[in-house]
Structures are given as C-alpha cells and as structure tokens.
C-alpha cells in the first residue's frame, strides 16, 4: 500500500469513527433518507436551508466505513454554501465515484474515496449520503 493510500484509509477510518455533523438538527427545513439495500447502510440527512443556501446539514445513520465517511466529509464540505455550489460538489464526487474521473481539488478530503470507483460493489455506499442531499436540495427548494 502506498503512503497516499495509507493516509485515504485512515481518513476514511477516522470520520466512520467519529464522524462529524452526526445527529438530528432542532428545526430542520426538510430530512431526507436514503437506504443502500446491497449493504444495508442507512443514511438520514436533515438540511436547514436560509433561502438558498445550506445554513446547517446534519446525518444521522448505520452501515459501513465508506457510506458513513462519505456523509461526516459530505457535510463538512457543503455546510454554509449555496445550492448552486453543493450541486457542483455533489457533480464532481459523482464523476470522481462512479465515472472514475480524476479527483478534483474542491473535494479535499473526499478524494480519500476515490479509490472507490474501482470497487464496483461499493459505489453505492459512497453515493448514498449525496442522493440524500441532492433530494433534500430539491425539497428545500419547493418548500
Ligand atoms: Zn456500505
């Protein structure tokens, strides 16, 4: 295993251990859940929208290493910005997860799950926190 890879993994194991932004919001403006069934990993993600930005993102949810990693860096990464640029963000993890494309810079330590996109089985996992939030987007945006 390369040093590069070492440190992904361990950024991986450090956010499914404590992860970050984990528990409901008060008055969240809309939840949002997600279920992997191939691997049983449940996400819930509770979004508090300020027109149309993300004034505070939360999750709660079980499963595995990759799924609850993907949601602690996932709203790390989008709280406080606007819908435009979670969109653009949640873009970008795609192509990098399922397309396999080159990790863009933006996602920090998300690149730690790039690897994923070679483990066919596992896609959904990293993937799952990011359909919640791309729905939690669009109901917020209805509301
Ligand atoms: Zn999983």
């Known amino acids: 295993m390369s040093l ?9 194991m450090i956010h499914a251990q404590k992860p970050h932004n984990f528990g ?6 809309v939840e949002s859940r997600g279920h992997n069934t191939s ?4 996400i819930t993600i509770y979004l508090q929208s300020d027109g149309e930005r993300i004034a505070d993102v939360s999750f709660q949810g079980q499963g595995c290493a990759i799924s609850q990693s993907s949601a602690s860096m996932m709203t790390d990464l989008v709280k406080g ?9 949640i873009k970008k993890f795609k192509e990098m997860v399922v397309e396999g494309k080159e990790a863009a810079p ?10 994923v996109s070679k483990l066919h089985s596992r ?3 990293a993937t799952l926190a990011w ?13």
């Open 39 to 42: 691997c049983g990993d449940m």
């Open 4 to 12: 590069l890879e070492e440190l992904y993994r361990e950024t991986i």
């Open 81 to 89: 910005r606007s819908f435009s640029e979670a969109r653009e963000l």
């Open 123 to 125: 896609v959904k996992c």
């Open 106 to 115: 933006e996602l920090g330590d998300l690149r730690a799950l790039a690897g």
């Open 24 to 29: 409901a919001l008060a008055n969240p403006t």
């Open 131 to 143: 359909n919640a939030l791309e729905q939690a987007l669009v109901e917020a945006q209805n509301k």
